[in-house]
C-alpha cells in the first residue's frame, strides 16, 4: 500500500499500533516507550521508526516535532493507548483504587503532544472503564476547544476482523472536520481460522509456538477431564473440582477451552495460564502457546517476540498490545477522511 500520511504512536507497546497504521497506509515517524522488552520487540519489528525509550512525561513534545522536522499542523495523526490498567474493570469495581492509580494522570499526556504538534487528527484506544472517567470526559472536551470534532464508541475487536472478543472504547478526532470510526462486519474470524493449521509445540521452526509448559500432574489430570471445543470446568462433576472453584460462582471460565468455531476470549497478559481464564486450547491438553495469543491478537506469524524471556513478560506484552487489525480498520477510515479534507481544502483555493 502506497504510504500517504505521517504519524506518531505514543505508548506503543511492542508495536501493535504502529503495524495497525502502516497497514493502512500510514508512515509511522515516531514512537515512545517506556518498557525495555517492549522497546526491544518494537525496533525487532520496526526499524524505521524512531524510538524514544523513555517515559512519556519526561519526553518534550516540542523537541520531538523538530527533531521530526515538522511543522505546527503538518503531522496528519497522533495515536496512542495510555496505559489502561488502571481503568480496569476488576480495578474500578472500588472507586478509590480508581483516583489512586497514578497511570490513570497518563491520559493528559495525549493532549500535550496534541497542542504541540497540532496534528490533523487524533486516534486513542483504551479500555470501556475510561468512558466514565474525568480525565477522558476533559480530554474531549479540551480537543473540541482546539477546534477538533470528536468521535467516540466502545467497539468490540472481532467485529473488526480480530477473531478474539475484546471490547474496547476507540476515539477518532479531525481538526475541523468529521472522522467516521469504522463500519461493523458480520464476518466473524473464529480461533480454527486462526490458529486451526499451526504446528503442535515441538514440532515448529517458531521458537514461540514451541515453548514449553510445566505443569503437575493433578493440573494435567483436570486438563485432561474438560471436555473438548468449549468445555468448562463447570462441565465437571464435583469431585474433579478444585477447593479454590467451589468456594466461589465466579471466573466461571477459568480452566475452560476455547471455541474452535467462536472468536476467542479477551487475550490477557495471563493468556499461557488456564488459570487465569478460558485459555486452554480448543483440542490439545495445554494452553495456548505465546505465538497462538498472539495470532489472536491479530499479529502475523512472523512478528518478532523474544523466546528468551519469561513467559510471564512476553505473554503480559502481547496481551496488552492494541490488535492490529482492529487499528488498521480504523485508522483506513482516518486516511480517508484526510483525503476528503485535503480535496475540499484545494476546491475552497480554487
Known amino acids: 500500500m502506497k504510504t500517504k500520511y505521517t504519524a506518531i504512536d505514543l505508548f506503543s507497546g511492542c508495536g501493535g499500533l504502529t503495524l495497525g497504521l502502516k497497514l493502512a497506509g500510514f508512515k509511522v515517524l515516531a514512537a515512545i516507550e517506556k518498557d525495555t522488552l517492549a522497546v526491544q520487540t518494537y525496533k525487532a519489528n520496526h526499524a524505521d521508526v524512531v524510538v524514544c525509550h523513555d ?17 505546527v499542523g503538518e503531522l ?63 480530554l474531549c472536551r479540551d480537543l473540541r476547544n482546539l477546534g477538533y470534532r470528536v468521535e467516540w464508541d466502545i467497539k468490540d475487536a472481532r467485529y473488526y476482523g480480530v477473531p478474539q472478543r475484546r471490547k474496547r472504547l476507540i476515539l477518532v478526532a479531525g481538526h475541523r472536520f468529521d472522522v467516521p470510526l469504522a463500519k461493523e462486519t458480520n464476518n466473524i474470524k473464529t480461533v480454527w481460522e486462526a490458529i ?29 477431564a474438560i471436555p473438548k471445543d468449549g468445555g468448562s470446568r463447570t462441565d465437571l462433576p464435583k469431585s474433579w473440582q478444585l477447593a479454590c472453584h467451589q468456594r466461589t460462582d465466579g471466573f466461571k471460565d477459568i480452566y475452560g477451552r476455547m471455541a474452535w468455531h467462536e472468536p476467542a476470549p479477551t487475550i490477557t497478559g495471563g493468556c499461557f495460564n488456564p488459570s487465569k481464564g478460558r485459555f486452554l486450547h480448543p483440542e490439545a491438553n495445554r494452553a495456548i502457546t505465546l505465538r497462538e495469543a498472539a495470532i489472536l491478537q491479530s499479529f502475523p506469524r512472523r512478528y518478532r517476540f523474544p523466546a528468551d524471556r519469561s513467559k510471564e513478560s512476553i ?32 476546491r475552497a483555493a480554487r
Open 55 to 71: 517515559d512519556i512525561v519526561a519526553v518534550k513534545a516540542g523537541s520531538l516535532r523538530k527533531r521530526l522536522n515538522l511543522a
Open 76 to 138: 496528519d495523526l497522533l495515536a496512542g493507548c495510555p496505559p489502561c490498567q488502571g481503568f480496569s474493570a476488576l480495578r474500578t469495581r472500588n472507586g478509590a483504587t480508581q483516583k489512586r492509580d497514578k497511570r490513570n494522570g497518563l491520559i493528559t499526556e495525549m493532549m500535550r503532544f496534541t497542542r504541540a504538534f497540532r496534528p490533523k487528527t487524533v486516534m486513542m484506544e483504551n479500555v470501556p472503564g475510561l468512558a466514565e472517567h474525568w480525565s477522558f470526559k476533559k
Open 196 to 224: 486451526g493449521g499451526l504446528k503442535a509445540p515441538g514440532h515448529s521452526r517458531d521458537k514461540l509456538q514451541n515453548l514449553t509448559e510445566n505443569r503437575s500432574e493433578k493440573v494435567l489430570s483436570l486438563i485432561r
Open 315 to 346: 505473554a503480559l506484552m502481547i496481551g496488552n498490545a492494541l490488535p492490529p487489525t482492529f487499528i488498521r480498520r480504523h485508522a483506513s477510515e482516518i486516511a480517508k477522511s484526510l483525503a476528503n479534507a485535503k480535496a475540499r481544502s484545494r
